[in-house]
């Protein structure tokens, strides 16, 4: 057990200290300077990853495997198929056999108890990239996005608009980590977690009116308004949700500067209007591609135990 005790894992943004957090962001922009270079990286040579799939994804799979192909290892894709995470074996026994013969394993996934207990056997780092409770990968993207545009995001105010889902409460924790003030514009019964909310009320603001929410904020966000596993929901939350719809209007509102970021993928003409991906505030394809550096990062971190350029 001793071994497991001095692995680190990266369940939520409060796995770090925010000094690890900013170095790691740093970092993950040399890291994409050094890459549109052209510039050759070993530094995960003969290195694994197993990447354990029991939600589908696009942008994870695709930037996961990529980014260790580009520090010179190797990521393995398990799919719902290839796993029986909880069915039939154990997650704990899974984790200790996987764990022994990979250098670092990422889960995406439906409960969040499920990366918890899987990091409390494994051997090696665990990555949380998504769960129905938080999506800390993500936050590493958005946090170096808005460092790369804008600087240092401490004393901003963000505004999240739309569902208190999982990328909500992960905005909830970088609010505490970061410095920035959150205001959180949705509908009644939408809220994020209570606990949370309740934990971090100094910085996170809940609002039922998007254009209170989004008055002077220098980043407003959004995520689609039925995550996976809601679609049954779809259509009623579609009622629900659309006076919360971002648009260039609801900009104007925001500071002159303001950015505007989405995960994606995008449903236009939901969440967002028809051309707010295209709005001059918008810079949701540079926050795409880095979830790739980002996570090239935090791999090297977690795997290597330290960062150098």
């Known amino acids: 057990m001793s071994e497991a005790m001095a692995v680190r894992h990266f369940l ?3 796995d770090l200290t925010i000094e690890e957090l900013t170095a790691l962001l740093d970092h993950a922009s040399f890291l994409r300077k050094d890459w549109r270079a052209g510039n050759l990286r070993n530094s995960l040579e003969n290195r694994v990853l197993s990447m354990i799939f029991e939600k589908s994804s696009t942008r994870t799979r695709v930037s996961f495997e990529a980014g260790m192909a580009q520090l010179g290892g190797s990521a ?12 039939g074996e154990p997650i704990e026994d899974s984790a200790r056999v996987i764990s ?12 969040h108890d499920t990366v918890e207990r899987f990091a409390s ?10 769960t129905d409770d938080f999506h800390p990968c993500q936050l590493l993207a958005d946090m170096q996005t808005y460092r790369e545009h804008r600087g240092d995001i401490a004393g901003a105010t963000v505004a999240w608009v739309g569902d208190g889902n999982n990328m909500c409460n992960s905005y909830i924790n970088a609010a505490r980590m970061f410095g920035f003030r959150l205001h959180v514009a949705c509908p009644e019964g939408y809220a994020p977690d209570a606990t949370l909310l309740a934990e971090n009320q100094d910085c996170v603001e809940v609002f039922s009116e998007p254009e209170e929410a989004v008055r ?6 959004t995520d689609v308004w039925a995550s996976m596993g809601q679609e049954d929901e779809e259509a009623a939350r579609r009622k629900v949700f659309a006076p919360y719809q971002v648009s260039p209007r609801l900009m104007e509102l925001a500071a002159p500067d303001a950015l505007f970021m989405h995960c994606l993928p995008a449903h236009r003409g939901e969440e967002v209007s028809e051309d707010m991906l295209e ?5 949701v394809w540079s ?13 090297e971190f977690l795997i290597l135990g330290r960062l150098e350029h």
């Open 279 to 283: 709005h001059p505030g918008s810079v």
């Open 287 to 299: 926050e795409a591609e880095n979830r790739l550096h980002a996570q090239k990062a935090l791999l």
């Open 216 to 221: 002077n904020a220098q980043l407003l966000v």
């Open 12 to 14: 939520t943004l409060n």
């Open 76 to 87: 393995m894709f398990l799919s719902p198929r290839d796993t029986q995470l909880g069915r």
């Open 100 to 111: 022994s013969m990979v250098d670092a394993v990422m889960i995406r996934t439906f409960a």
């Open 121 to 130: 056997v494994s051997r090696v780092p665990v990555i949380n990239a998504l």
